[in-house]
């Protein structure tokens, strides 16, 4: 085969997927095994999905009768090699167009295209400057431009447009202190026991001291609610939802006794693997947690509740894509479920930790005023908690990170949105 056109073919076929709705999911050894083929497909799908809404506009500027209907590939070839042409100049413009059209050959439905993309590429190339500078909201779907303009304010566009295109840096709590260990990883603390690493040349799983099960990946933000318990060591607590087990590794290092619930037996597996590396052990329960009848009440709950996941949006760039007001309506009931369900597991004075990684108000803010209204009353959060750092620590107590807030002594490199809040049952 020509060189380089299996792993466009591998890289179309994932994208034609996210096109009709699916998470994404990078590409494996088994779909691509050669690893620097697979890191450059993985690079061109990113790319791609993280300027979806300028490559649509492009798109619709180029296509003089609009997206050919029923054809195979084509859209999936033409972003990838717009994404190339544009975005990542250092590979080289004639493998774009001559790859593009190598592609569409192969596909039946598409092949009679090849020649339309050839000049869609060309009129791409002479047009390049001004087809970059997109605005920078139509990098979202407008829904999500609406809620976030009137929930961040007016200039939180761009921040989240940059946030989107430069996607994440590696964040990554450390099991206990290893200051060779940073050296090794070019890592440096950014918030309690949290690590970045801006830079790594390999897979996470080939660095220094993974193996070895002394640090786990999580994002800055994601690594907040776990801290905020703040329970005697020893105490029992609850994690609800708790693959791929990030936060109970946090509730573990604590030194809780921690059962993790969640409902996926493949997410399970997941998790128990994870705390095997560790060296960390919990009690873990695959069920519902709707279903789910402890034997003795509990300390503590973290409760981290199924949502949009739009606060992820730098490391799953089609989330801003893929959800719509409805879809995140229909998590609101269920998160309250959970919240119901998380109290009646507590004993009386324990505490409730409820958090999401989303920027929807609805998923968060107004689940806590919720939760209140049916009694439980909330433990406000101090900037203390947070080494001092007020940013994300809102007037009621709660905490709101998002991708615009930068942690203080970093240059850049963003976070997660997650809300937090925390309350005692009477
Ligand atoms: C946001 S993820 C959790 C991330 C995890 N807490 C961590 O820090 O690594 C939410 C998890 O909740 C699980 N889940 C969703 N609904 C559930 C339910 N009704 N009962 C138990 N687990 C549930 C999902 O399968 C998913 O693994």
Redesign the pocket.
């Given at each position: 085969m020509v060189p380089g056109l299996a792993l466009r073919l591998a890289a179309a076929e994932r994208l034609q997927l996210v096109l009709k709705g699916a998470s994404f999911a990078p590409l494996a050894a088994a779909d691509v095994s050669d690893a620097r083929d697979r890191a450059l497909a993985n690079k061109l799908i990113t790319t791609a999905l993280r300027h979806h809404g300028h490559l649509s506009l492009m798109l619709n500027h180029l296509l003089d009768k609009g997206m050919p209907k029923k054809s195979g590939s084509f859209e999936a070839v033409a972003r990838l090699s717009l994404a190339q042409l544009l975005f990542l100049p250092e590979i080289g413009d004639h493998s774009a167009l001559f790859l593009a059209g190598e592609a569409l050959k192969r596909d039946k439905n598409a092949a009679h295209l090849a020649k339309l993309l050839n000049a869609v590429l060309r009129r791409a190339q002479t047009e390049a400057a001004e087809l970059r500078q997109g605005p920078p909201e139509l990098l979202f779907a407008p829904a999500l431009v609406k809620t976030w303009t009137a929930a961040y304010g007016a200039d939180i566009i761009p921040a989240f447009a940059q946030a989107l295109l430069d996607g994440a840096p590696l964040d990554v709590t450390l099991k206990a202190d290893y200051p060779a260990l940073l050296e090794l990883l070019g890592a440096r603390p950014i918030l309690a026991d949290t690590v970045r690493i801006d830079q790594r040349d390999k897979p996470v799983d080939q660095l220094p001291g993974f193996a070895e099960g002394r640090f786990w990946v999580?994002d800055a933000a994601?690594a907040i609610?776990?801290r905020l318990l703040n329970l005697a060591p020893g105490a029992r607590v609850l994690?609800?939802?708790?693959?791929?087990?990030?936060?109970?590794?946090?509730l573990i290092k604590a030194g809780y006794t921690v059962t993790a619930?969640?409902?996926?037996p493949s997410?399970m597996e997941r998790?128990r693997g994870n705390l095997h590396r560790l060296s960390y052990t919990a009690e873990l329960v695959t069920?519902?947690?709707?279903?789910?009848v402890p034997a003795s009440r509990f300390d503590g709950v973290?409760l981290?509740?199924?949502?949009s996941?739009t606060g992820t949006f730098r490391r799953h760039p089609e989330v801003v894509w893929h959800r719509n007001p409805a879809d995140i309506a229909g998590r609101v009931a269920?998160q309250r479920?959970?919240i119901s369900k998380g109290v009646d597991c507590l004993n009386p004075g324990g505490v409730l930790i409820y958090c999401?990684?989303s920027l929807e108000p609805e998923e968060g803010e107004a689940q806590a005023r919720w939760a209140a209204e049916q009694g439980l009353e909330l433990l406000p959060v101090a900037a203390g908690e947070l080494n001092g750092w007020a940013v994300p620590v809102t007037e009621t107590g709660y905490i709101r990170t998002h991708p615009g807030q930068i942690v203080p002594g970093e240059k850049g490199g963003t976070l997660d949105g997650f809300f937090v809040a925390r309350f005692r049952r009477a």
């Open positions: 999580q994601a609610p776990a994690d609800i939802g708790a693959s791929p087990g990030g936060k109970t590794a946090q619930l969640e409902r996926d997410r998790l069920a519902d947690a709707l279903d789910y973290l981290d509740a199924p949502c996941a269920l479920q959970l999401v990684c």
